[in-house]
């Protein structure tokens, strides 16, 4: 059953792939009189004895979203199989990949507590994803492509989530790459649209040295990639000769590029080139959550690496700081979102440094709910806006788009924190161990975590209040087509604003603490927990009363501010210009050594001169050789005259 629920979408990925776009592209000639028909509406009609068989968007709306939902039906039944079993994990092997002597690598799937939390999300909040998708893209020419592609990354991604060795996982870690490549590139017509799909495989690359070092230094010390089995081996102590520490900062480096975290956080935001769904899909409910995965998987090597955990929640807390700072100023509204989930991603690390794995994995849940609501809503936004991606250009759609305004206030609730809200429980869970727990929880790291968390409801409620609320700024002309999403787009929408309001109620942690254990409290702590709660819920409200005050109105306030404050502005609207030092110091320095030693000196000097060389060397000798051929038999005579006389002279001389 676990290889038929990676299966099923790689199945998808085919049936779109070949028929839905090669035929509408009129590439197979399949059809009654050999070849496709197209009749009117874009779709292929393909003879058939006893009747014709419409392979068109009917046909990739079926295949593209079903076998994602019967996936998704699949873990759930898998889930009732673990219960059943007193959740003992289960183990099953598709096939013996390669093998050499005593060892082989085989294709096999693990399915524990944690896997199922982590497939119920891909499959679940993907296969919604793919229903909105249905709606969004229902006019791109591109339709059959696009499902394709989220077919291919949901396949990649269950690989990773249910692979139990860390080689299954690397395959399915570089699957979503290049699916996430294809997406962020999907209308590369664009130039800046195929730059951006380029600019984040290349980042994850960088990160990915690091993963294959880490794996490399793993098999050479226990001769197996099964994660169950290194974790084991760390727990007990038993044949451990290399130190956790460095393998845990080898995958740490892996996670980082994946789940966008300094310094390799540069890919993310410009992601948001990809349609909508894209961003909703892989850059906030499933691919950029891997690496917390990851770390999670691997809890057993960081339980006992102090010094690599120290470094994960350090980076995640100052990731999370960071980004904040610069999504208060955007003025995209995929971008705000965009930088918000990077944001995200680091309080998720901060909570796996300090030992809360289980609660690192709770807040990928509730943040795939709201963040997956939020990135669609805003495609709803832009759909009903022809594209407009500017919140300056917007304000007053909450009566003209009311579906749309009420599920994304919902989630902007959530993810602010204001209770009783899924995001409110799993960030104050963040919070409350960034501070007590025994495993490197601290009051600075709490207090970077909060302010955090205040910018983020102030953020998330001025994207809100400027998008939705105040008077309009839209053109008459944009203004008089704005209009509601269908209902494939605004029944998703409500789905995931249900799950915004009630996932947090799910006990996650608790779940997973057979598995995952939470850190111990040192008992002098068990007090200050009610007035963090309380403050935490006061930080929430603080930041939307700080929105309100600022942008209400004709947002007059926020314009002063901004303009008192300009150069901190540009800093920030410029997202500190790392982009400029990145081009500066590496970019640039990259492409002169590759023009001046690379092209001119080594390829064109060296292998072009010395091929070029001999090619001329050859051609000289040659022209001197061809004036003897003169096709004159007289001068020819002459030669052989002289060519006797020369033998006879020599014989005679020598013998």
């Known amino acids: 059953m676990l290889t038929l629920i990676v299966l099923l979408p790689l199945l998808g990925f085919l049936l779109n792939g070949v028929l839905a776009t090669q035929l ?3 590439l197979l000639p399949l059809g009654r009189r050999g070849a496709a028909s197209a009749p009117q509406g874009g779709q292929v009609t393909l003879g058939r004895p006893g009747g014709d068989l419409l392979v068109g968007k009917r046909f990739v709306i079926v295949v593209g979203c079903g076998l994602p939902i019967l996936a ?13 079993g007193g959740y003992t994990p289960i183990i099953e092997t598709a096939y013996r990949w390669a093998t050499f002597g005593r060892s082989s690598f085989e294709i096999a799937f693990y399915f524990d507590r944690l896997t199922a939390v982590m497939a119920l999300i891909v499959t679940g909040v993907g296969s919604a994803i793919h229903i909105y998708s249905v709606g969004y893209m229902a006019h791109d020419k591109s339709f059959g492509r696009f499902f394709a ?7 990649f991604m269950l690989l990773l989530v249910l692979g139990r060795s860390l080689l299954v996982l690397f395959v399915g870690w570089e699957g979503v790459g290049l699916a996430s490549y294809l997406l962020i590139g999907f209308w590369f017509e664009d130039l800046a649209n195929a730059r951006a799909g380029k600019k984040a495989f290349v980042v994850n690359r960088i990160g990915d040295a690091g993963f ?3 794996m490399f230094v793993l098999y050479q010390a226990f001769g197996t990639l099964n994660m169950d089995v290194i974790n084991k081996a760390f727990a007990d102590g038993v044949g451990v000769v290399v130190p956790a520490s460095l393998i845990g ?3 740490f480096i892996g996670a980082t590029g ?12 410009d992601a948001m080139a990809g349609p909508t769904p894209v961003s909703a899909l892989i850059h906030a409910a499933t691919m950029v959550t891997a690496g917390v995965y990851l770390v999670a998987r691997m809890s057993g090597i960081y339980a006992v690496a102090p010094e690599a955990s120290m470094v994960i929640a350090v980076v995640g807390v100052a990731t999370a700081f960071f980004a904040a700072t610069i999504a208060v100023v955007q003025t995209d509204i995929k971008k705000v979102l965009a930088y918000s989930t990077v944001s995200q991603l680091g309080l998720m690390f901060l909570a796996l440094g300090v030992g809360a794995y289980g609660v690192a994995i709770f807040h990928v849940m509730t943040h795939a709910f709201f963040k997956a609501c939020l990135f669609l809503g805003a495609g709803s936004v832009i759909h009903a806006l022809g594209g407009e991606q500017d ?3 917007m304000g007053g759609l909450a009566r003209k788009i009311p579906i749309t305004f009420v599920t994304f206030t919902i989630a902007t609730a959530a993810i602010a924190g204001i209770p009783p809200l899924a995001g409110f429980f799993s960030k104050d869970e963040i919070l409350w161990y960034a501070f007590a727990s025994s495993r490197g929880g601290s009051p600075v790291l709490w207090f970077v975590a909060a302010v955090t968390a205040l910018m983020t409801a102030f953020y998330m409620f001025r994207l809100l209040w400027l998008t939705f609320l105040g008077k309009s700024r839209m053109s008459h002309e944009v203004e008089h087509h704005v209009h509601e999403s269908p209902l494939s787009m605004t029944g998703v929408l409500m789905l995931l604003a249900l799950l915004s309001a009630v996932g947090g109620f799910i006990a996650l942690p608790h779940f997973l603490e057979p598995q995952l254990a939470l850190p111990v409290i040192p008992q002098d702590l068990h007090h200050f927990e009610t007035p963090l709660l309380v403050l935490s819920v006061v930080i929430a409200f603080t930041g939307l009363a700080g929105a309100w005050f600022f942008f209400s109105g004709s947002a007059s306030r926020a314009e002063a501010v901004r303009k008192r404050m300009g150069g901190l502005h540009r800093l920030l609207s410029g997202k500190y210009f790392i982009d400029e030092l990145y081009e500066a110091a590496i970019g640039r320095p990259l492409v002169w050594v590759s023009d001046h030693v690379f092209l001119r000196l080594g390829d064109r000097r060296l292998l072009d001169g010395s091929l070029n060389g001999l090619a001329a060397l050859g051609q000289r000798s040659a022209g001197v050789l061809s004036r003897v ?13 002289a060519g006797i006389i020369g033998a006879l002279l020599w014989s005679w001389h020598h013998v």
């Open 24 to 26: 509408g592209a009129g």
């Open 72 to 84: 998704f039906l699949l873990v759930v039944k898998s889930l009732f199989d673990l219960q059943a």
């Open 391 to 393: 919140i300056r250009k």
């Open 149 to 155: 592609y989220l077919n291919l990354f949901l396949f």
């Open 212 to 214: 294959l070092l880490g």
């Open 249 to 251: 900062i080898l995958l």
């Open 629 to 641: 051929q003169t096709g004159n038999l007289h001068l020819y005579a002459w030669f052989v005259l």
């Open 258 to 269: 994946k789940s966008a975290q300094i310094p390799l956080h540069v890919w993310l935001p």
